[in-house]
C-alpha cells in the first residue's frame, strides 16, 4: 500500500524535498488518503503533513517555506488504521521532536504496545499504529548507550555514537514488533542518517553519486539513478550519503546485493497521455512483445528467467495450483485453460487471500505458481510462504525483479510490461497472460507434452499477437464514442465463455474499480442459472463471443446472447472480424482479429479496458487514482 521515499544528500540543499517529492508523486498510486514528509535540517527534524493528494502537501510546503535539508522522508498514505487526517498522516514523530518516522504495514500488536506506552506517560496524537514505533524506538533509545552496537559503518563520519545507539534501538523495537513494515527513520541526534527495516514489506535502496536514495520500489529514484540494492526480510539498512551498510537479522554486516534496474524513467511518465491508463492501455503491443522477447535458448528450447528446480521435479508435477489476487487471479484463470490443455495436469486457481486459510492439498509434487505485478502482493506473499512450507516448488510471474515474491519463489518469470502507475491493471495483465502461456508450453516441453517443432509453432502463433493487439487498439475510437454514450449507465453485465470468462471477470472489474458501477462477470452458461433473472429492458450486457472456428462454444455464446436479447437486453458483442451471425443479435460489435482460441483474451480485453477508462473520463472520475484503492496492495 503506501509509498515511502527517501534521499540524503552531503549538505544542506533544496534537493532532498525535491527528490521526495518526486518520488512520491511517481508512488501516490500506491495511497493518496494523505501525504507528508519530515526533513532533517541544521536546526532539527520539520514534519510538513497534509490530507488527500499530494498536491495538498506540496501547497503546504509553499505556504511554510522549511529551511534546506541533509536529509528527508516522505510517505503517501493508504489508510489502514485511523481515518485520513492530519494527525493520522505520516511522519510521525516522537514527543519531544527528535526522531520521525514513516511506515508501511501493519503492526498487529500496537494496541498491547499503545497500552504499554500509556502506562510510561506517553500521550498519542494520533489513532495509527505507526506512532507507537516511534515512541518505542524514543523509549529504547533513551534506555541505551553510546556505542552499544559494534560494527563497521560506511560513510559514517559524524555523531556515530548517536547512530550505533540508534541502531541498537530499532533492533529492540523490531523485535517486538508483530506483523508487517518497511520503516524510514530520521533523527536530529543524527542529522547525516537514515535508518531502515523491513519484514514482509518492499525496501529498496538506491546507489548515487555523493547522495543515496530509499523507496518502496525503485520508481521512487528511477529519474535519479539505475542502481539499486535489495533489502532482504528482517534486515535493516544505515543509509548515508557516501554509504550503505545492511545488518542481517543477527546484527552483523551483510554484503550489498546490488543490481541495475532495467527500465527508464521515462516509462514512468505520462509522455504526452491524458491519463497513466490509456497510455499503458497503448503500451500492451510493447509489454506482450517484450515479455516474449529472447526466450528461445541456443538449443531450440524455452527459458525463463531463473530456474532453481529440477526438470525430474517439473516431471512429477500431479497438480499446479495459480494463485493471485483480482486482475491477477484472472490471468491464472486464462493460464488454466491452456496449461491443462497443453500438459494435461490438473489446474486450479486459487485467490491469494483465501489460499492458505481453507487448509489446501499441497504437497511436494504440488507446482504453485504466483501472479503479481509488483511482486509484493501481501496476500500472495504468504500464500507462497504456506505452500514452501508444506513442500511444493513456486514458480513467480511478476513485473519487478528483485521484489519479494521473486526472492522467495524457486523460479522467476519475468514479465516486462514497464511501470504500471495506473491503479486499474491493463498492460500487466495481458504481460502475465503472456508469462502464463510461455509457462504452459516450458512445462509441456519438460514434461514431453509436446514436441519442440510444436512449441514452435505455438511461440510464432504468439508472437503475431503484439500486432493483433494493435489493430484493435488503432479502433478504439468506435469503442470511446459507445461509452460516451453510457454515463448514465448504472449496471453492465459482461458474458463469456471457455477462456472469455475470465475476460468477462476482468472487463467487470476495471468498470468496478474506475467508474464506480455495479458490473458482474458470468460464465455464459450460468445466465440460465439465476443471472438471467438481473435482465431486463435495456439492460446493457456485454459478450465476449469465441471464434466461430469453435462452433461448439461459438453456437452456444449466440444462444446466449439471443436468450438476454428476448428479455430486453441492449447487447454489446466484441466478435471475430467476418463473424457475421452475431450481426443481428447485438446493437454494437467491435471485432478483433483471427488468432488462436487460448491465445484470444489477449484481444478481446483490450475493448473493455478501452471502455471502462472512457466511460470513467466522461464521468468526470480519477481514471488512474480511483477511490479506496492503491496499487500495490502490501497489506492483509
Known sequence: MCGIVGHIGCTPSARSREVVMGGLARLEYRGYDSAGLALSTPDGLKVIRAVGKLANLADEIEVLKPADAVAAIGHTRWATHGRPTVANAHPHSSADGRFALVHNGI???????????????????????????????????????????????AGVHAGEDAVR????????????????????LVSADAPEVIL??????????????????????????????????EIDQDQMAVVTARGVTVLGHDGNVVPLKEYE??????????????????????????GVRETLEDRIDSTGHLALDEVRIPEYV???????????????????QVAKYAIEHWCRIPVE????????????????????VAISQSGETMDTIQAIRHAREQGAKVVAIVNTPGSTISRESDAVLLTHAGPEIAVASTKAFTSQVTACFILGLYLAQVRGNKYSDEIIDYMEKLAEAPEKIQKVLDQGEAVRQFARTMKDTTSVIYLGRHVGYPVALEGALKLKEICYIHAEGFAAGELKHGPIALVDE?????IVVPTPRRPELHNKVLANIQEVRARGAKTIVIAE???????????????????????APLLTVVPLQIFACELATVKGLDVDQPRNLAKSVTVE
Open 107 to 153: 503492526i498487529e500488536n500496537a494496541d498491547a504496545l499503545r497500552a504499554e506506552l500509556r502506562a510510561d506517560g506517553v500521550t498519542f496524537a494520533s489513532d495509527t499504529d505507526t506512532e507507537v514505533v516511534v515512541h518505542l524506538i524514543a523509549k529504547m533509545y533513551e534506555a541505551g548507550t553510546a556505542g552499544q552496537w559494534v560494527g563497521s559503518l
Open 165 to 184: 545507539r540508534l541502531i541498537t534501538a530499532m533492533r529492540a523495537v523490531t523485535e517486538r514488533l508483530q506483523g508487517t513494515f518497511t520503516l524510514l
Open 196 to 229: 531502515a527495516a523491513r519484514r514482509s514489506s518492499p525496501l529498496v535502496v538506491g546507489l548515487g553519486d555523493g547522495e543515496n536514495f530509499l523507496g518502496s520500489d525503485v520508481l521512487a529514484f528511477i529519474e535519479h539513478t539505475n542502481r539499486a540494492v
Open 261 to 286: 534496474v532495467d527500465f527508464t524513467s521515462d516509462r514512468a511518465t505520462k509522455d504526452g497521455w491524458p491519463t497513466f491508463m490509456e497510455k499503458e492501455i497503448h503500451e500492451q503491443p510493447r
Open 314 to 332: 517439473l516431471r512429477g508435477v500431479d497438480k499446479i495450483v495459480m494463485i493471485g489476487c483480482g486482475t491477477a487471479s484472472y490471468a491464472g
Open 349 to 368: 486457481v486459487e485467490l491469494s487471500s483465501e489460499f492458505r486459510y481453507r487448509d489446501p492439498v499441497v504437497t511436494e509434487k504440488t507446482l504453485v
Open 538 to 542: 435495456g439492460q446493457p450486457v456485454i
Open 577 to 599: 472480424e467476418g463473424d457475421t451471425s452475431v450481426d443481428e443479435f447485438a446493437e454494437i460489435v467491435f471485432r478483433i482479429p483471427p488468432i488462436p482460441t487460448l491465445y
